[in-house]
């Protein structure tokens, strides 16, 4: 009977230690657009580690704002509030409230760490990036070919999931793309609310 349950007790100590745990991946965070001028004044992409936000103000074009973000592991929600500027001066307002699915989203950050053949990166980034009401979370390694081996190691992307940043400048897999609600004035309780 001792023989079993240490049997048992050892099988399940050498599962657990296979099983991937939580991990860190971005300690880099972007905002911007792809279509013109934007706000995004409030913007929370909380994480399975109970981290994560956005909050840049003006944003233009792609990759947009850099900033440090501290340490932020695989996304799960995504909250926020952004506004388009015209050039007539008329703004349009965002919001959005959506689950990501956090275990695709591991699964594609996991196949980007090991797509390419030398290249690695000890600073993931995480982007958000609007084109009107459409919104999207991006993750890149930040391999460049003008200046580095970005290779792909072959195999290492059997779903597809890799693919060129908008910019077409590096390689990225997006964990989320999604529509937010749309109004002609600023929706209550939101930061751009008078």
């Given amino acids: 009977m001792k023989i079993k349950l240490l049997f048992v007790l050892?099988?399940?100590?050498?599962?657990?230690?296979?099983?991937?745990?939580?991990?860190?991946?971005?300690?880099?965070?972007n905002a911007g657009s792809l279509d013109g001028q934007y706000g995004i004044r409030s913007m929370s992409v909380s994480d399975v580690l109970g981290g994560g936000g956005?909050?840049?103000?003006?944003?233009?074009?792609?990759?947009?704002?850099s900033a440090d973000i501290g340490r932020m592991g695989v996304p799960k929600h995504?909250?926020?509030?952004?506004a388009k500027y015209e050039e007539s001066k008329k703004t349009t307002y965002y919001r959005i409230s959506a689950d990501i699915d956090s275990?695709?989203?591991?699964?594609?950050?996991?196949?980007?760490?090991?797509?390419y053949q030398t290249f690695q990166s000890i600073k993931g980034r995480m982007q958000v990036v609007v084109e009107g009401a459409r919104i999207q979370v991006i993750y890149t390694q930040g391999c460049y070919a003008y200046r580095m081996d970005c290779s792909?190691?072959?195999g290492s992307d059997p779903n597809h999931w890799v693919v060129r940043s908008p910019s077409d400048s590096t390689d990225v897999v997006v964990?989320?793309?999604?529509?937010?609600?749309?109004?002609?004035?600023?929706?209550?309780?939101s930061p751009y609310e008078d």
Wanted: net charge neutral; charged share 25%.
């Fill in 10 to 29: 050892t099988t399940l100590l050498f599962l657990s230690a296979c099983e991937e745990k939580p991990f860190y991946v971005a300690n880099i965070g």
């Fill in 54 to 65: 956005f909050g840049y103000g003006a944003v233009n074009g792609y990759p947009g704002k």
């Fill in 78 to 82: 995504i909250k926020g509030y952004w």
């Fill in 103 to 115: 275990e695709l989203a591991e699964k594609k950050i996991r196949t980007l760490q090991r797509y």
């Fill in 152 to 154: 792909q190691e072959q």
């Fill in 175 to 189: 964990l989320f793309d999604g529509k937010g609600e749309m109004s002609p004035t600023p929706f209550p309780d």
